[in-house]
């Protein structure tokens, strides 16, 4: 099996689609993946981290937003990241505009439904990111 691909969620503490990203790269790297698909703690690369820099820089990666700000996505590219795909919880929300997460603690029903769905996203690409490594 070759390098696993890094999925790399934003650090959205306290806000509801932060937890969302987080728990959808946790899903994928714990329990869909696990092997295939690993994370890296988002702040190590704003802290200029060099060994998470180095690690980005030669793998490739899934950055996971929740919102228009995407820290992930731009954090990573600013340290040299390969950007294989990018994922925007916002993005999910739209076309699932009945679902409304609104807990910050915890993921509420709509919140765990999103999770999966994204997850579920990853998950392909990891898999579509992984056939055209062998």
């Given at each position: 099996m070759g390098k696993p691909v890094l999925v790399i969620?934003?650090?959205?503490?306290?806000?509801?689609?932060?937890?969302?990203?987080?728990?959808?790269?946790f899903r994928v790297c714990d329990d869909l993946r696990p092997g295939t698909a690993d994370t890296l703690c988002l702040s190590l690369i704003v802290m200029g981290d060099e060994?998470?820099?180095e690690k980005v820089a030669s793998s490739r990666c899934i950055t996971v937003d929740g919102c228009p700000?995407?820290?992930?996505h731009n954090n990573v590219a600013r340290s040299g990241g390969n950007i294989a795909a990018e994922f925007r919880v916002m993005d999910?929300?739209?076309?699932n505009r009945g679902l409304r997460p609104r807990a910050v603690t915890f993921l509420d029903e709509d919140g765990e439904k999103l999770s999966k769905m994204l997850g579920d996203r990853i998950a392909a690409k990891v898999d579509e990111l992984s056939e055209g490594s062998r």
């Amino acid at each position: 099996m070759g390098k696993p691909v890094l999925v790399i969620p934003c650090s959205g503490i306290g806000k509801p689609f932060g937890s969302i990203a987080r728990d959808a790269t946790f899903r994928v790297c714990d329990d869909l993946r696990p092997g295939t698909a690993d994370t890296l703690c988002l702040s190590l690369i704003v802290m200029g981290d060099e060994e998470a820099r180095e690690k980005v820089a030669s793998s490739r990666c899934i950055t996971v937003d929740g919102c228009p700000l995407a820290c992930s996505h731009n954090n990573v590219a600013r340290s040299g990241g390969n950007i294989a795909a990018e994922f925007r919880v916002m993005d999910l929300l739209r076309e699932n505009r009945g679902l409304r997460p609104r807990a910050v603690t915890f993921l509420d029903e709509d919140g765990e439904k999103l999770s999966k769905m994204l997850g579920d996203r990853i998950a392909a690409k990891v898999d579509e990111l992984s056939e055209g490594s062998r």
